[in-house]
């Protein structure tokens, strides 16, 4: 690995766009930023009837807020009185993730920014290959020892070669983009109307904080640093913290408010994670009930001519199946990472929720369980696997499935993709006759209030949290800090030794790395990288 770094380095720091200055970000590479017609839907013929709404409610509220937007520009270029001052101008809302502001009193209040921190995602084919090389180089994805860290941007740049033809593939099957860039700057405009319809004593502002691609963190800080934002509350929408997810984003959001955004830095709020919020569980189960009224009444015949199969599926439950995130059991039991643990909380709420809406408890004509989607070769992730989970379903006679993607707040690769098409064939192959699958929160009106709650509570109600607090109450192992800016602290789980988690997270980091590099040579479909297994 070494000697591969030596070689592969000045060929992947060549790589960079000539025009494309150094970003303070790890990993980041520029690109031109334009905004993509909405994706053609190219899932009908798979009876995808989820991501078929989706998509039908985000093309619905981006046309009637671009009409909005139009009307707003030709007001201000009439009757700019409204207007707090000069450089009060929301010309470049779309650019920033926030909607398009409306007349104002002349009062002036102070601004709050509000940060939606997200994975992000190519909006274009054009996009993949870089967006995949700052995937790869971030280290809370592929979680290199110390020793050989230096070789990680080399080995994210082979790799971003290596798969982007593939991951073209799978893009272009649903569209040949990401949409969750558009889902999340639509949840920004709607949460910024909903925080500011109450006329609160602040004005708040919303920004979109992308980790792997545009708008990026620093480009989100730049624009609230520039709105004369004094505070902010930093709001992730991973509901589940892990090291992957929040702690990423929370990484990198923390450097570059270091770096450049002082004010800010010293006056902020995180909402540490939300999973087991009674608004969140509520819209979840909501769903779910939506999809399971659309199931039909069991019918023997599927089962066909044998007899104990009919049997079975008689006496099989309608089975709601959780798929979440995988993570590598590692960060789990070494590095303390409460993901799993948020998870299965955040289950089994849920589902006491659909039972209790549905009015039967004790209902054993309804089942739930949990399984995990995304895994990376010969390392242990967590278990059960959803292709598994699905195959042991249909092997105990369930022919009625409805699959929620658990921890997923928009459409995007992992649910268009890997759920709707990957797993959904590996359902019916099974035998499984009935398939439904519950929609991302999108932009649902009761998540964007539960959003709004989040923040208020963050601002009004609850403790002020630091980026570095965050991590901490959620036992974050904050060991590898970037450029110095979160303290050095081991958060080690009760009864496990500092040198067994060491030697154990390095051995899972060298077990990742020689699977990623045995793809590389072998040109074998090894890799399932944390939600990105449809790549």
């Given at each position: 690995?070494?000697?591969?770094?030596?070689?592969v380095?000045?060929?992947?720091?060549?790589?960079?766009?000539p025009?494309?200055?150094?970003?303070?970000?790890l990993?980041r590479?520029?690109?031109?930023?334009t905004?993509?017609?909405?994706p053609?839907?190219?899932?009908?013929d798979?009876g995808?009837?989820?991501?078929?709404r989706?998509q039908?409610?985000?093309?619905?509220?981006?046309?009637?807020?671009?009409?909005?937007?139009?009307?707003?520009s030709?007001?201000r270029?009439?009757?700019?009185?409204?207007?707090?001052s000069?450089?009060?101008?929301?010309?470049?809302?779309?650019?920033?993730?926030?909607?398009a502001?409306?007349?104002?009193?002349?009062?002036t209040?102070p601004?709050?920014a509000?940060f939606?921190?997200?994975?992000?995602?190519?909006?274009?084919?054009?996009?993949?290959?870089?967006?995949?090389?700052?995937?790869?180089?971030?280290?809370?994805?592929?979680?290199?020892?110390?020793?050989?860290?230096?070789?990680?941007t080399?080995?994210?740049?082979?790799?971003?070669?290596?798969?982007?033809p593939r991951?073209?593939?799978?893009?272009?099957?649903?569209?040949?983009?990401?949409?969750i860039?558009?889902f999340?700057?639509?949840?920004?405009?709607?949460?910024?109307q909903a925080?500011?319809?109450?006329?609160?004593p602040?004005?708040?502002?919303?920004?979109v904080?992308?980790?792997?691609w545009?708008?990026f963190?620093?480009?989100?800080l730049?624009?609230?640093?520039?709105?004369?934002?004094?505070?902010?509350?930093?709001l992730?929408?991973y509901?589940?913290f892990?090291?992957?997810?929040?702690?990423s984003?929370?990484?990198a959001?923390?450097a570059?408010?270091?770096?450049?955004?002082?004010?800010?830095?010293a006056?902020?709020?995180?909402?540490p994670?939300?999973?087991?919020?009674?608004?969140?569980?509520?819209?979840?189960?909501?769903?779910i009930?939506?999809?399971?009224?659309?199931?039909p009444p069991a019918?023997?015949?599927?089962?066909?001519?044998?007899?104990?199969?009919?049997?079975?599926?008689?006496?099989?439950?309608?089975?709601?199946?959780?798929?979440?995130?995988?993570?590598?059991?590692?960060?789990?039991?070494?590095?303390?990472?409460?993901?799993?643990?948020?998870?299965?909380?955040?289950?089994?709420?849920?589902?006491?929720?659909?039972?209790?809406?549905?009015?039967?408890?004790?209902?054993?004509?309804?089942?739930?369980?949990?399984?995990f989607q995304?895994?990376?070769?010969?390392?242990?992730?967590l278990?059960?696997?959803?292709?598994?989970?699905?195959k042991?379903m249909?092997?105990?006679?369930v022919?009625?499935?409805?699959?929620?993607?658990?921890?997923f707040?928009?459409?995007?690769i992992e649910?268009?993709?890997?759920?709707?098409?990957?797993?959904?064939?590996v359902?019916?192959?099974?035998?499984?006759?009935?398939?439904?699958?519950?929609?991302?929160?999108n932009?649902?009106?009761?998540?964007?209030?539960e959003?709004?709650?989040q923040?208020?509570?963050a601002?009004?109600?609850?403790?002020?949290?630091?980026?570095?607090?965050a991590?901490?109450?959620?036992?974050?192992?904050?060991?590898?800090?970037?450029?110095g800016?979160?303290s050095?602290?081991?958060v080690?789980?009760?009864?496990?030794?500092?040198?067994?988690?060491?030697?154990?997270?390095?051995?899972?980091?060298?077990?990742?790395?020689?699977?990623?590099?045995?793809?590389?040579?072998?040109?074998?479909?090894?890799i399932?990288?944390?939600?990105?297994?449809?790549?």
């Open positions: 690995l070494l000697v591969l770094g030596a070689v380095a000045p060929l992947a720091d060549c790589w960079r766009p025009s494309a200055p150094p970003s303070r970000a990993g590479r520029t690109a031109t930023t905004t993509p017609p909405p053609e839907n190219k899932q009908e798979r995808n009837s989820a991501a078929m989706a039908a409610m985000l093309a619905e509220f981006e046309a009637a807020h671009r009409t909005s937007e139009d009307l707003a030709s007001s270029k009439k009757k700019k009185s409204w207007k707090v000069d450089d009060d101008d929301d010309d470049d809302a779309t650019t920033s993730g926030r909607a502001a409306p007349p104002r009193s002349t009062a209040k601004r709050v509000v939606l921190l997200n994975l992000g995602g190519p909006e274009t084919s054009e996009d993949v290959e870089p967006f995949l090389y700052n995937l790869f180089a971030d280290p809370d994805i592929i979680r290199l020892p110390r020793a050989i860290g230096g070789v990680q080399a080995l994210a740049w082979l790799i971003a070669k290596r798969r982007a991951s073209r593939q799978a893009y272009d099957a649903i569209g040949g983009g990401s949409p860039t558009r999340t700057t639509a949840q920004a405009r709607l949460l910024e925080l500011n319809d109450d006329d609160p602040v004005e708040f502002r919303c920004y904080a992308m980790r792997y545009h708008p963190t620093d480009e989100a730049d624009a609230a640093s520039a709105d004369g934002c004094a505070s902010a509350v930093v992730p929408l509901p589940h892990s090291i992957s997810t929040t702690g984003s929370l990484r959001l923390l570059e408010m270091q770096a450049g955004h002082p004010r800010l830095a006056s902020h709020t995180v909402v994670s939300w999973h087991a919020s009674p608004g969140y569980v509520d819209v979840v189960a909501g769903l009930r939506k999809e399971l009224a659309e199931l019918d023997p015949s599927w089962a066909g001519k044998d007899h104990e199969a009919a049997a079975a599926a008689a006496a099989a439950p309608v089975t709601v199946l959780f798929s979440a995130h995988g993570v590598p059991v590692s960060y789990i039991d070494d590095q303390g990472d409460p993901y799993k643990r948020h998870v299965e909380e955040t289950v089994r709420l849920v589902a006491d929720r659909v039972r209790a809406l549905s009015g039967t408890p004790d209902d054993d004509t309804l089942a739930f369980e949990l399984a995304s895994r990376v070769g010969p390392v242990e992730w278990r059960p696997y959803t292709d598994d989970a699905l042991a249909a092997a105990r006679g022919r009625q499935a409805v699959v929620v993607p658990i921890s707040v928009s459409e995007h649910t268009l993709e890997e759920i709707d098409i990957e797993y959904r064939d359902a019916l192959e099974a035998g499984i006759v009935h398939w439904r699958r519950v929609p991302a929160l932009l649902e009106p009761a998540f964007i209030g959003l709004k709650s923040v208020r509570q601002l009004y109600e609850k403790p002020v949290v630091s980026t570095s607090e991590c901490v109450v959620n036992a974050f192992d904050l060991d590898q800090a970037p450029d800016a979160l050095t602290t081991d080690i789980p009760e009864g496990v030794q500092s040198d067994v988690v060491g030697l154990n997270s390095k051995l899972a980091a060298l077990a990742v790395t020689a699977t990623l590099v045995v793809e590389l040579v072998a040109n074998t479909r090894a399932h990288l944390f939600g990105l297994g449809a790549l």
